[in-house]
């Protein structure tokens, strides 16, 4: 692989190439009213926007915002459909292909088949490695303060001009850094673009370079902005905390959370939404908490007739999935005899009597993890 990014930005801007971007973005969303308006003259609009991109006229559209309270509170600001297009494109033609191939392996989040279960498996594997080797060892728990909010473009494009040769690309991601940015904010990149998750986690991998390549660390694990390093005693772990902290202060702009911190590995480590141990995992206490009260107001709704118990079977199918990669068994079973409009005639009796059985069958049919 060439170390720069060369010649590739019109090679890859084609009709075709924003059309299939277009298809991406419109996955399990055609429904939306803006998707729709889109389509009706999808050929022009695609074509528009092509010309738009050749021309060196294009422009992101008006941000619009909203604020989500799971897990914590976080705005996230989005794009018009178009604009959403075109990051499908430059992700999907030179972010994944060209920069994601160099990051470390214990890196996850927002990439194929490196999500959280993925993550929560790799730190096990390894704790399981240290316990074998060591008996007794540390863990360091770290996250980045307000990260998103806190990238700094002018580092992020610095970064991105190292994999980049190309004059026309470097000219366009210079104008997806800083165009992206919300108005009256000097620093950070929005949350709900879909470039912010691969331009982050080229951000972090700077960091991942650095532990693994100069402080030689090889227990490390990242998810996005939460990351843990195995290692042999609490001094170590001082001291590595410290030069971290150096690092990203003076290379990144960034700080660490207050909630960063380390420990004896008898503790476990929370990560992923597991409470992770070499032996076994076992789901977090605020998991437990939320689905405990989604099922009561489930059930307060269904006596009052106004559940709409599809989408609470697909929500409780959600949580089932994520149990079911932990030692959560009785649990499950539990939860699903709390619920009781799951044994009662559905008001959508084909579609939720398979959403039913499906629920079921995670107790029903699976082995539970050792």
């Known amino acids: 692989m060439s170390k720069t990014i060369k010649n590739q930005f019109y090679k890859n801007l084609?009709?075709?190439?924003?059309?299939?971007a277009h298809m991406r973005a419109r996955l399990k969303k055609t429904h939306k009213p803006e998707i729709i308006q889109f389509e009706l003259n999808l050929e022009n609009n695609l074509t528009n926007l092509l010309h738009k991109i050749q021309n060196h006229t294009y422009?992101?559209?008006?941000?619009?915002?909203?604020?989500?309270?799971?897990?914590?509170?976080?705005?996230?600001?989005?794009?018009?459909?178009?604009?959403?297009?075109?990051?499908q494109w430059y992700v999907k033609e030179f972010m994944i292909p060209y920069i994601v191939p160099r990051f470390i392996s214990n890196t996850f989040a927002c990439l194929e088949d490196r999500g959280t279960h993925s993550a929560a498996c790799r730190i096990q594997e390894y704790m399981r490695e240290y316990e074998k080797k060591y008996g007794n060892y540390w863990i360091l728990k770290c996250d980045i303060r307000k990260f998103f909010y806190s990238i700094d473009p002018y580092i992020l494009f610095q970064i991105m001009h190292k994999y980049i040769s190309d004059k026309e690309l470097l000219r366009f991601t210079k104008l997806l850094i800083f165009d992206s940015r919300l108005p009256n904010e000097?620093?950070?990149?929005?949350?709900?673009?879909?470039?912010?998750?691969?331009?982050?986690?080229?951000?972090?991998?700077?960091?991942?370079?650095y532990i693994k390549h100069v402080l030689h660390v090889r227990a490390y694990v990242r998810y996005m902005?939460?990351?843990?390093l195995?290692?042999?005693?609490?001094?170590?772990?001082?001291?590595?905390?410290?030069?971290?902290?150096?690092?990203?202060?003076?290379?990144?702009?960034?700080?660490?959370?207050?909630?960063?911190?380390?420990?004896?590995?008898?503790?476990?480590?929370?990560?992923?939404?597991?409470?992770?141990?070499?032996?076994?995992?076992?789901?977090?206490?605020?998991?437990?908490?939320?689905?405990?009260?989604?099922?009561?107001?489930?059930?307060?709704?269904?006596?009052?007739?106004?559940?709409?118990?599809?989408?609470?079977?697909?929500?409780l199918n959600s949580w089932l999935?994520?149990?079911?990669?932990?030692?959560?068994?009785?649990?499950?079973?539990?939860?699903?005899?709390?619920?009781?409009?799951?044994?009662?005639?559905?008001?959508?009796?084909?579609?939720?009597?398979?959403?039913?059985?499906?629920?079921?069958?995670?107790?029903?049919?699976?082995?539970?993890?050792?």
């Open 225 to 228: 902005d939460d990351f843990i």
């Open 14 to 20: 084609t009709f075709q190439k924003l059309y299939e």
């Open 230 to 315: 195995l290692l042999h005693n609490k001094a170590e772990c001082i001291a590595m905390k410290q030069k971290i902290e150096n690092f990203l202060a003076e290379k990144l702009h960034l700080s660490l959370n207050d909630k960063s911190r380390y420990f004896p590995s008898k503790m476990g480590v929370n990560f992923c939404g597991y409470r992770i141990f070499p032996t076994h995992r076992l789901l977090r206490t605020s998991s437990k908490t939320k689905i405990k009260n989604k099922i009561r107001k489930w059930n307060q709704l269904y006596e009052s007739n106004s559940l709409n118990t599809f989408f609470a079977i697909q929500s």
């Open 59 to 87: 422009r992101l559209g008006k941000y619009y915002t909203f604020t989500l309270y799971e897990p914590k509170k976080r705005i996230i600001a989005a794009l018009p459909y178009q604009d959403r297009i075109v990051h």
């Open 186 to 209: 000097k620093i950070g990149i929005p949350i709900g673009n879909y470039t912010s998750q691969f331009f982050a986690n080229t951000y972090l991998n700077e960091l991942d370079q």
């Open 321 to 370: 999935g994520h149990a079911s990669h932990c030692n959560s068994y009785d649990l499950r079973k539990k939860m699903l005899n709390k619920c009781h409009f799951l044994y009662t005639d559905a008001i959508y009796p084909h579609i939720e009597k398979q959403l039913i059985e499906d629920s079921i069958s995670f107790l029903s049919n699976e082995k539970d993890l050792q």
